[in-house]
């Protein structure tokens, strides 16, 4: 089993940062790909970001050059660094981790772009 736990989500005005954190309860290196996904009312769940275990990085086309993603091995955390936000990456964001065949999901953190 996987435990991820979200946190770093808020209000924020268009044009500003927010840097979101995974934190999970197994080492991180033995995960094979880790990434962050959203969902905005009303819409589906869509992939953001994702990193390997070789810090290989896919990007939606909508945040590429905006957002990055990062792994901490020491603190079994993975980032997602948002610059530039706007009104439209509003939704809840998800930590997801594939470990040994099976996807794990933390509860999510709301992000909020508004002025």
């Known amino acids: 089993q996987v435990q991820l736990v979200e946190s770093g989500g808020g209000l924020v005005q268009p044009g500003g940062s927010l840097r979101l954190s995974c934190t999970s309860s197994?080492?991180?290196?033995?995960?094979?790909?880790m990434g962050w996904h959203r969902q905005a009312p009303g819409k589906q769940r869509e992939v953001v970001a994702l990193i390997t275990g070789r810090d290989r990085t896919t990007y939606a086309d909508s945040v590429r050059g905006r957002f990055t993603v990062s792994r901490d091995n020491a603190k079994n955390t993975v980032h997602l660094q948002m610059n530039g936000l706007e009104p439209e990456d509003t939704a809840v964001y998800y930590c997801?981790?594939?470990?040994?065949?099976?996807?794990?999901w933390g509860q999510g953190t709301q992000v909020t772009v508004s002025s």
């Open positions: 997801q981790a594939l470990w040994n065949s099976q996807y794990y």
């Open positions: 197994i080492d991180i290196s033995s995960i094979n790909i």
